[in-house]
Structures are given as C-alpha cells and as structure tokens.
C-alpha cells in the first residue's frame, strides 16, 4: 500500500477551489461530478504522487474549529494534514501575506527532528507545515 490522497468535505466547491489554487497555489488536476457534489484533486506545485480531494456541495455540516493545536487533540478523528517544507519560516511568510489563517508560532520537536507550525483553511481544516532538521532518533 501507498498513499494517494486525503479528502476533505467542503460546503462548497468553487470557493475550495479557489482557497487552494488562487491562495496556496496547488493545480487541479481533475474534476468530476458524485451525484450533488462536485470532487476534484489538487495538488502542491512541485509535487505530483500527493492529491488532497476537494469533495464540495450542499450538505455539509459545520465542523469544530479549535483554537489552537493543543486543543484540537481532545477529539478522536481526522486532526491535520502534514506537508514538508524547506523551511518553515520562509512558508510561513509567504502564507500570511495571502492572509492564510496561521494557527501558531513555529516550534522545534527534537525527538523527530523537526521544526513545525500549522495554519487553517477557511472551513478550520489544520495543515502541519514540516521541516526536517537533523537526522530522526530512533
């Protein structure tokens, strides 16, 4: 097995569409109809075996937004999607000036080697931006 895709319910798909191609700058990839909904992948620039699946239409209920990463650890389920960077910082910047809601400050997990932040779509999904940095311990 290998990993293809994550999907994520939106209550509406060219306003999805839009937050992930005209703000984070990823590529639609392919669209198509579910019978009232309208799905489509998308992915990173850089990157072609990643697709986050835009599953959009009416139906969709609101979810819990939590304030921030800690709090969102008290509920069992889907939590975040983890992309990799070069650099955290540098991603950061450029996400707040497209006015992407960043959740937190960046922070070092030297158990895994790696410097974190994460930011929010507009619908309260949470992303985890990655850098590595070092070797992973064992």
Do not use: K
């Not at 889907?78 to 707040?96: G, K, M, P, W, Y």
């Not at 960043?102 to 030297?110: G, Q, T, Y």
């Amino acid at each position: 097995m290998r990993g293809h895709h994550t999907a994520i319910r939106y209550p509406n798909f060219v306003a999805a569409r839009s937050f992930w191609v005209d703000v984070m700058d990823w590529r639609v990839l392919q669209t198509w109809p579910y019978g009232e909904l309208t799905l489509a992948y998308v992915s990173p620039p850089a990157q072609d075996d990643f697709h986050l699946e835009i599953l959009a239409g009416p139906g969709a209920a609101p979810q819990q937004v939590y304030g921030d990463v800690d709090a969102s650890l008290a509920a069992s389920g889907f939590n975040h999607v983890c992309l990799s960077v070069d650099s955290v910082d540098d991603t950061l910047a450029v996400l707040r000036a497209r006015g992407v809601d960043v959740v937190n400050a960046p922070f070092e997990i030297d158990d895994i080697s790696a410097r974190l932040a994460f930011f929010r779509d507009p619908w309260g999904n949470m992303f985890e931006l990655s850098e590595r940095t070092g070797h992973v311990h064992p």
